[in-house]
């Protein structure tokens, strides 16, 4: 185990760097466009597959070769300060990635989370966590998508609809959490992998979103769809142990597949929100420096001056929480739910910042010709998916008091 640093080691930074050079030169200037498109920005991706930013390599070195946990995180601040809805149509298959890594066997994980990243032969294959349904968003102890096994053929028979997908549809690999048997409830959920041209596997409605318009969220449509044993994660084995626990004791001792999934990944998406607040917050120290009213620049008066300390203020405590999370999370394990304190304190920065930098913009930061504008509506998806605001602070209290907070 390292020591807890703020210290970036010489490789951290060079990525910070390169990152932050990619979303310079190719990210932001194509951010309003895909923004006003709302479709998935291919050509972007493809540049980052390109330099290997968009590759399984990379995302296994972020994830797994770096012993402080910090280099996945600042290379999502400095890519979503490029822009929120790009940078989650870069990174939305991490997501796929860490459930089947996390839930797979050595095998399984060795086969699937690079087909999650692959660019070959001018193609980019995707990969989407399929866990929110039309009635389940939070509450994943609900869901209705059933899973059945023929023993017969050695298959899984899936059936249902999932809501609110990143990349669901156009996504190769999907990763879809499922009812194996309803009486436990969310200790009778499993894990499964969705291959590419199978049967009776659909894309239903594309949102049209208030923010993040260039990453595609879509549903997903189970009719009958069937997969080998194979594709169950961690195998039938596994799952067959874990549910006679759950019927003989009451309980598993096992955290339910979507939500170890979603708590290993709230650093990386508590540092986007931070990105994206970092950028606002650079717009609006820039405006305020270059717009004068009443004969000076306006960062002169206390009001637009003080806004902008606070702004800055806020933004190095969620960066701390965040930076204290990840290496959490690589290093030990969470005593007071530090990775939902960091994605709860980063998603209310994010709108708060954003906020404040159209304030100080004025009119002109209400309109679409200035990026603060899109970086609010961006801003808000961090209050909301991976475990709404309401659910970090649940996660929260449950964890320091010790009791069961409904």
Known sequence: MTDFSLALNEDQLTIQKWVHDFAETVVRPAAHEWDEREEFPYPIVEEAAKIGLYSFDFFANAMLGDPSGLTLVLALEELFWGDAGIGLSIFGSGLAAAGISGQGTPEQTMEWVPQCFSYENGKLGLGAYCVSEPDAGSDVSSLRTRAVYDEAKDEWVLNGTKAWITNGGIADVHVVVAT???????????????????????????????????????????DGVRVPGSHLLGGKEKLDA???????????????PAMATFEATRPAV????????????EEALRYAQERHAFGKAIIQNQSVAFMLAD???????????????????RNGVYKNAEGSMSKLKAGRTAVWVTERAIQIHGGYGYTREYPVERMHRDAKIFDIFEGTEQIQQLVISRAISGLRIE
């Open 270 to 281: 508590a540092a986007m929100a931070v990105g994206v607040a970092r950028g606002a917050y």
């Open 311 to 329: 702004m800055a203020t806020e933004i190095d405590a969620a960066r701390l929480l965040v930076h204290r999370a990840a290496w959490l999370s």
């Open 180 to 222: 194996v048997d309803p009486t436990l409830k969310s200790r009778g959920q499993a894990t499964f992998i969705i291959g590419p041209d199978t049967p009776g596997f659909s894309q239903g409605q594309k949102y049209k979103k208030h923010g993040i318009r260039a990453s595609h969220t879509a549903e997903v449509v189970l």
């Open 242 to 256: 874990k549910l006679a626990r759950a019927r003989e004791a009451g309980r598993t001792g096992d955290r339910q």
